[in-house]
């Protein structure tokens, strides 16, 4: 782009928006910034609302991390507005329409609404059936588990894991309810996914696998019984579901934006981030970009996409985009992932790696002996090393990754002298 423009409106303060708003003022942007959330309060780091935020959510004295100080927003003269939602966008005008009826101009459009969590016919109208998403969900979930004392959680991802963990740790019973065969079928290898099983396991949860809930009896006086598919019931006083998401994209089909149907009506968009309209863009867990396999929902990538757009709107060239990778954290465990494991890959290659602590070791995934995706249980160590062949594009032998005697550090400065980089 040439000229700078003079007045950017973002549309959500969540990791995506809050980065892309910091970018820009970073990169000497000194137009106006309007952020727009229809949450209220300053924006919350989302982490830690499946784990800390459960645990300690009923206590007086906690509050959730601010994504940034409460001083920052008014020291970098961004207008934050909390509480209001975008009704619409007018294109032809470039201005869009708030819920309290105002109109707000923009020369650049920026949407990063994130993602809403599906929720399933049968536990919408039940009093004590939650998701989790915002930082209110969490202060419910999290109320909830100090009245009651057992727990259905529809879901074995990430967010249902965590979600047992805190609830487990809060001294609740807990049953996950999970469609496929084993847990993270979709996005992790078979052996982390036994082990987070076991780690389960052991603290006492139960898990229904191959299976899914088909309604719900009211009726119970401990509660209410979950009907599962395979004719299996389960007793519990709260259920939690974690199924997934879908992109928050009603601006974009509002507004006719071209939308990515192969992936949940996302916002589909290019390499810099911008949407079938040139004045706007879209970042986050809401857009999906031209090329990518997969729409990737994790905090890094909505951060990276702010900066991107940042760059973009700055007539800058963004910076090369790093390996995605994403962290869990369960009980006293902590899962690190680089990379995106590449599970329908018929030559996939799976080499385990011993870690230094006890119960600790990394999963590494080749195709064709390149190095696609590394996963550490409790093994950061192997985590930060593994990162970093991905993010030079080298890879490790299968040999000297299984060998816990040989030094990957040195592995690594060795292969990057050779390519040269």
Same mark, same amino acid.
């Given at each position: 782009?040439?000229?700078?423009?003079?007045?950017?409106?973002?549309?959500?303060?969540?990791?995506?928006?809050?980065?892309?708003?910091?970018?820009?003022?970073?990169?000497?942007?000194?137009?106006?910034?309007?952020?727009?959330?229809?949450?209220?309060?300053?924006?919350?780091?989302? &982490?830690? %609302?499946?784990?800390?935020?459960?645990?300690?959510?009923?206590?007086?004295?906690?509050?959730?991390?601010?994504?940034?100080?409460?001083?920052?927003?008014?020291?970098?003269?961004?207008?934050?507005?909390?509480?209001?939602?975008?009704?619409?966008?007018?294109?032809?005008?470039?201005?869009?329409?708030?819920?309290?009826?105002?109109?707000?101009?923009?020369?650049?459009?920026?949407?990063?609404?994130?993602?809403?969590?599906?929720?399933?016919?049968?536990?919408?109208?039940? &009093?004590?059936?939650?998701?989790?998403?915002?930082?209110?969900?969490?202060?419910?979930?999290?109320?909830?588990?100090?009245?009651?004392?057992?727990?259905?959680?529809?879901?074995?991802?990430?967010?249902? %894991?965590?979600?047992?963990?805190?609830?487990?740790?809060?001294?609740?019973?807990?049953?996950?309810?999970?469609?496929?065969?084993?847990?993270?079928?979709?996005?992790?290898?078979?052996?982390?996914?036994?082990?987070?099983?076991?780690?389960?396991?052991?603290?006492?949860?139960?898990?229904?696998?191959?299976?899914?809930?088909?309604?719900?009896?009211?009726?119970?006086?401990?509660?209410?019984?979950?009907?599962?598919?395979?004719?299996?019931?389960?007793?519990?006083?709260?259920?939690?579901?974690?199924?997934?998401?879908?992109?928050?994209?009603?601006?974009?089909?509002?507004?006719? %934006?071209?939308?990515?149907?192969?992936?949940?009506?996302?916002?589909?968009?290019?390499?810099?981030?911008?949407?079938?309209?040139?004045?706007?863009?879209?970042?986050?867990?809401?857009?999906?970009?031209?090329?990518?396999?997969?729409?990737?929902?994790?905090?890094?990538?909505?951060?990276?996409?702010?900066?991107?757009?940042?760059?973009?709107?700055?007539?800058?060239?963004?910076?090369?985009?790093?390996?995605?990778?994403?962290?869990?954290?369960?009980?006293?465990?902590?899962?690190?992932?680089?990379?995106?494991? &590449?599970?329908?890959?018929?030559?996939?290659?799976?080499?385990?790696?011993?870690?230094?602590?006890?119960?600790?070791?990394?999963?590494?995934?080749?195709?064709?002996?390149? %190095?696609?995706?590394?996963?550490?249980?409790?093994?950061?160590?192997?985590?930060?090393?593994?990162?970093?062949?991905?993010?030079?594009?080298?890879?490790?032998?299968?040999?000297?990754?299984?060998?816990?005697?040989?030094?990957?550090?040195?592995?690594?400065?060795?292969?990057?002298?050779?390519?040269?980089?």
């Amino acid at each position: 782009m040439g000229e700078v423009d003079n007045r950017i409106v973002i549309v959500g303060a969540g990791h995506a928006g809050i980065s892309c708003a910091a970018s820009l003022r970073t990169n000497g942007y000194d137009g106006s910034v309007t952020v727009v959330d229809r949450q209220d309060g300053l924006p919350v780091e989302r &982490p830690p %609302l499946s784990k800390d935020a459960l645990l300690n959510g009923g206590k007086e004295t906690f509050a959730l991390p601010l994504i940034r100080p409460a001083n920052w927003y008014s020291e970098n003269s961004i207008d934050l507005r909390t509480g209001i939602a975008v009704t619409s966008i007018d294109k032809d005008a470039n201005t869009i329409t708030l819920s309290d009826g105002a109109s707000v101009p923009y020369t650049k459009l920026v949407i990063a609404t994130g993602a809403i969590p599906i929720e399933l016919r049968s536990t919408r109208s039940h &009093p004590h059936s939650y998701t989790l998403r915002t930082s209110k969900d969490a202060a419910d979930i999290s109320k909830a588990a100090s009245l009651f004392s057992s727990a259905v959680i529809i879901g074995g991802g990430y967010i249902g %894991l965590e979600v047992a963990a805190a609830l487990t740790e809060r001294g609740l019973k807990v049953t996950i309810v999970e469609t496929e065969d084993r847990l993270l079928a979709k996005i992790s290898s078979s052996i982390i996914a036994q082990s987070l099983l076991e780690l389960h396991e052991r603290r006492g949860v139960k898990f229904k696998f191959g299976n899914a809930l088909i309604g719900i009896d009211q009726d119970v006086k401990e509660g209410f019984r979950a009907v599962l598919k395979n004719g299996d019931h389960e007793t519990a006083e709260m259920l939690v579901t974690g199924v997934g998401v879908n992109p928050d994209s009603f601006l974009a089909s509002s507004s006719s %934006l071209t939308q990515c149907h192969d992936d949940r009506n996302s916002i589909c968009v290019n390499e810099h981030c911008v949407t079938s309209n040139r004045d706007i863009l879209a970042i986050g867990d809401v857009a999906k970009r031209a090329g990518a396999v997969k729409r990737i929902e994790s905090v890094y990538n909505a951060q990276e996409d702010g900066k991107q757009a940042a760059a973009y709107i700055m007539g800058k060239g963004g910076n090369p985009r790093g390996v995605p990778w994403f962290w869990s954290d369960q009980y006293n465990k902590t899962l690190q992932i680089a990379g995106l494991v &590449p599970l329908e890959e018929p030559n996939l290659e799976v080499v385990v790696r011993p870690g230094k602590r006890e119960d600790s070791f990394s999963v590494w995934s080749f195709v064709k002996n390149k %190095l696609e995706a590394v996963e550490a249980f409790a093994d950061s160590g192997s985590f930060m090393i593994g990162k970093k062949f991905l993010s030079e594009g080298l890879s490790p032998s299968g040999d000297e990754v299984r060998d816990p005697s040989i030094d990957l550090k040195t592995i690594f400065k060795t292969k990057k002298m050779d390519s040269g980089k």
